[in-house]
């Protein structure tokens, strides 16, 4: 059984306020035209469908084009709700979509959703967890949850309610955080890492297909993976391979995984010169200066519309910066992943002290701890 799996697609999202729709389309065809060529027997979509849990009427109109084409091609769709998406709008029709082999979990209600399938080797189960929070598991199974604090005991105690039949070839679709995996700026992640999960949940599945985490990646084993974005969506992810995975499972045992590089309308990257060297014609005219361009420029005087300058030859510059004696641009670039490294307890003590020439007390840490781990918690 062969299987594609995404994630992540963030439909309509801007990047630095350039819209990627028409690159987000761009993809999605490459998407159905492997689906077709390879022959699967189905498409995993492992949440953050959307970017925003109000998406716009382009971005919408996009899933639908995406998920008509492959119900066209009798491709069934096995999708989750991320993070970023709103479960009662990506729920709307489920049942009417069930019809056309588009299967949506949009809300963990107690049960985690289980599609039956089968191949020549035998029954396939499908899990279909949507992305869950503790308060979320204490909600709907009370008494039995109180206890639940972590994500870890949330997601641990939401899969042990599976009864997995271990002689099946066993695949679970979620969206979450695994602890060891490699992370990116696009991303939206919990305060302090406490959204992050073991993998050793995801014992007795033979694929797990992730979602959350944009950089494509394995995690523990080769059948836990992250299908990352299919387009990078931060300067962050200029060095990032995007693919398409191709999951194919064999007897019991033997799953196989397979990645088919992406290409964009555009690619994304990064150039760092003296304004003069930037826009001499011999550095660029061999170049795709449609590129989506972060531009570090080393002169010491601003250039005057700069932005605008620049835009003649590159039309997609998105982001302009200068990197000289003035504004020690260098050591701020490199102190930039520093501060995202930080957590906001940490952040918000370093900012106590600078206002208040003395460290923040243990106590009030403490305090601030907790109440930034319960606005996150509670935050849906
Ligand atoms: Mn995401």
Known sequence: MKLLHLADLHLGKRVNEFSMLKEQEHILE??????CTKGVDGVLVAGDVFDK???SVEAVSLLDDFLTKLAGHHIPVYLISGNHDSVQRLSFGAHLLEKSGVYVAGEYAGEVQKMCVEDAYGPVDIYLLPFIKPAQVR?????????IETYQEAVSFVLQKIQIKPEHRNILVAHQFVAGASVCDSEERSVGGIDQIDVSCFEGFDYVALGHLHGPQQVGRSTVRYAGTLL??????????KSITLVELGKKGEVEVQTFPVSPLHEMRQLRGSYEEITKRSNYENTDTADYMRIILTDEEDIFDAVGKLRAIYPNLMRLEYDNARTGNSQMMQAVPAVQEKGPVELAAEFFRMQNNKPMEEEQKAYLERLIGQVWEEKI
């Open 53 to 55: 849990t109000v998406p």
């Open 30 to 35: 490459q998407v159905v035209t492997l689906a």
């Open 232 to 241: 990078k969506y931060s300067f962050s992810e200029i060095q990032h391979h």
């Open 139 to 147: 909600a709907v199974w009370k008494e039995e949850a109180q206890k």
